[in-house]
T-cell receptor, first 115, second 115 residues
Framework: AQSVTQLGSHVSVSEGALVLLRCNYSSSVPPYLFWYVQYPNQGLQLLLKYTTGATLVKGINGFEAEFKKSETSFHLTKPSAHMSDAAEYFCAVSDPASSASKIIFGSGTRLSIRP | GAVVSQHPSWVICKSGTSVKIECRSLDFQATTMFWYRQFPKQSLMLMATSNEGSKATYEQGVEKDKFLINHASLTLSTLTVTSAHPEDSSFYIC???????????FGDGTRLSIL
């Protein structure tokens, strides 16, 4: 079974500061990993995904994440936070060998940006 | 590209009525559609997976007679909440996938409030 743990339900950073949202996964097979962002009363938007190949993945809006197999982690970072980054962020995992394409979501981390 | 439209975005209805939510892929054919439920400040929980022309596969604990899913075409899936009660109030989100190796694209969600 696959699972995702997001450390910290709420992260607050100052505008211009580094953003670090933590995600650890559990999977018996090499997983696909995702980060999604959700703005209030909206659906989810894919920020980035890791499937195979390069472990440092660059996404939209200046975000990137690094797949570290030894640490079973896929932390999301952004060098300089912007006010518009305030949202809910979800880390997710799926089994590439599964025909069902199910995505298992973490509990989410709310990112707040201080002026 | 890859736009998913969900309608309505917000609905309030009386207890005991049935509510239908539509999920449309506007610019691609969705072989598979997924329905999620999200409670306030919580993550997305997969309710069911539907493939065009087939019966939906429901997750454990989801009542198939309560949440009717129809995926009659490659661009439309519907979720009907039958005899809705206040405990069914939630944010319902659909996603659509073109092929099994393609990412899921999410609708903007439907906020359902049962009085």
């Amino acid at each position: 079974a696959q699972s995702v743990t997001q450390l910290g339900s709420h992260v607050s950073v100052s505008e211009g500061a580094l953003v670090l949202l933590r995600c650890n996964y559990s999977s018996s097979v090499p997983p696909y990993l995702f980060w999604y962002v959700q703005y209030p009363n909206q659906g989810l938007q894919l920020l980035l995904k890791y499937t195979t190949g390069a472990t440092l993945v660059k996404g939209i809006n200046g975000f990137e994440a690094e797949f570290k197999k030894s640490e079973t982690s896929f932390h999301l970072t952004k060098p300089s936070a912007h006010m518009s980054d305030a949202a809910e962020y979800f880390c997710a995992v799926s089994d590439p060998a599964s025909s069902a394409s199910k995505i298992i979501f973490g509990s989410g981390t709310r990112l707040s940006i201080r002026p | 590209g890859a736009v998913v439209s969900q309608h309505p975005s917000w609905v309030i209805c009386k207890s005991g009525t049935s509510v239908k939510i539509e999920c449309r892929s506007l610019d691609f054919q969705a072989t598979t559609m997924f329905w999620y439920r999200q409670f306030p400040k919580q993550s997305l929980m997969l309710m069911a997976t539907s493939n065009e022309g087939s019966k939906a596969t429901y997750e454990q604990g989801v009542e198939k007679d309560k949440f009717l899913i129809n995926h009659a075409s490659l661009t439309l899936s519907t979720l009907t909440v039958t005899s809705a009660h206040p405990e069914d109030s939630s944010f319902y989100i659909c996603s659509a996938q073109g092929a099994s190796n393609q990412p899921q694209h999410f609708g903007d969600g439907t906020r359902l409030s049962i009085l």
